[in-house]
């Protein structure tokens, strides 16, 4: 006969490991609003963390400061921001920072290239507005961007971007890991699932459940909305779609300057880039967003957006009560 011996609360207990590190989608930093252009500092720092994955798992990510996506970055077109790029003394292995938004070798990482314990620095000038991905460069370059290191920065227009009731900061990210999803445990990265793109975890800011219980979206009925999205990848396309809502105003590859698309159902989203949507939220649900490629649902890539007010007849009804727990 054989059987288990277990210390203390056992399973309940590998369900607690790991620290939070997803990042609330709240968080979009402070508008510039209608200022001139100014001189800014930016401190950054690189962290190596065992975190949470999911109830009962753990990976150890690669964060830019301790949350994944790291912060979003927001700044006004014209700005001269010196960024100062620290690594933690603890880590493990070099990192740097590749972004987007910069004009200059390796968008800044030929020069962030920053041992543990250290410190690199660099100013760029932010030449044209967008909403930009930024990512460490460090060799193996996939591996750091999959560990949990990208993030967003938005150099905003002069004159800022027109007010919306609520902004959310979303971004799409894959684990190659040699265990399954749902395995317990803490994962371990997998360098021939990452050479194969075959990804066994996907998720919204940095764990499988961050935009579906760790951390709310909530809106009320005809408020407007606006997310910023973003894949780090650091292989798959989104096709990002939110289940019972219509974009009023897509700006796609990230793009402030051209003309937004218009009531669009689903749009396309490369590894390494970023979009910015808009629209209303007419009618009170809850409202699921994903990669249309759905059975990355399966995978952890899921989040939920909860609309709250009173409901228009005119817009949708049905003599079937609705399931306030569905999205569809």
């Known amino acids: 006969m054989f059987g288990k011996f277990i210390v203390g609360d056992g399973p309940e207990t590998v369900a607690q490991q790991g620290k939070d590190l997803s990042k609330n989608p709240t968080q979009v930093g402070e508008p510039v609003g209608n200022r001139e252009p100014k001189s800014i500092t930016l401190d950054l720092r690189t962290t190596e963390e065992e975190g949470r994955l999911s109830d009962g798992s753990t990976y150890k990510f690669w964060t830019f400061d301790g949350t994944v996506p790291g912060p979003m970055v927001r700044i006004r077109e014209g700005d001269t ?30 020069v962030t290239q920053v041992a543990p314990g250290q410190t690199r620095s660099f100013t760029f000038k932010a030449l044209q507005p967008g909403l930009y991905v930024y ?8 591996q750091h961007i999959s560990n949990g290191m990208y993030g967003l920065i938005l150099v905003e227009p002069e004159g800022g971007l027109a007010k919306v009731d609520h902004e959310f900061y979303v971004m799409q990210g894959e684990l190659y ?62 096709s990002f779609h939110v289940i019972g809502e219509i974009f009023d ?13 218009t009531d669009v159902q689903t749009t396309l989203v490369p590894a390494g880039g970023a979009t910015m949507v808009e629209f209303v939220a007419d009618y009170p649900g809850k409202y699921i967003l994903v990669d249309h490629a759905l059975s990355r649902a399966e995978k952890g890539l899921m989040g939920v957006l909860t609309v709250k007010g009173d409901a228009d007849a005119s817009i949708f009804s049905s003599p079937e009560p609705i399931d306030p727990h569905s999205g569809h």
Do not use: W, Y
């Open 135 to 142: 990512h460490c460069a460090t060799p193996m370059v996939a």
């Open 249 to 261: 105003k897509v700006f796609d590859q990230g793009s402030l300057t051209s003309p937004p698309l």
């Open 81 to 110: 921001v010196t960024l100062n790029l620290s690594n933690e003394p603890d880590s493990a292995h070099i990192h740097s920072i590749d972004l987007h938004a910069v004009t200059g070798p390796g968008g800044g990482a030929a």
């Open 177 to 238: 890991t040699a265990s399954p999803r749902g395995a317990r445990g803490l994962h371990e990265f997998s360098l021939d699932m990452l050479l194969r793109e075959t990804p066994q975890h996907l998720m919204f800011n940095g764990a499988t459940d961050a935009l579906t219980s760790i951390h709310q979206m909530e809106v009320n009925t005809g408020d407007s909305v606006r997310i910023f999205f973003g894949v780090g990848g650091p292989n798959l396309i989104s």
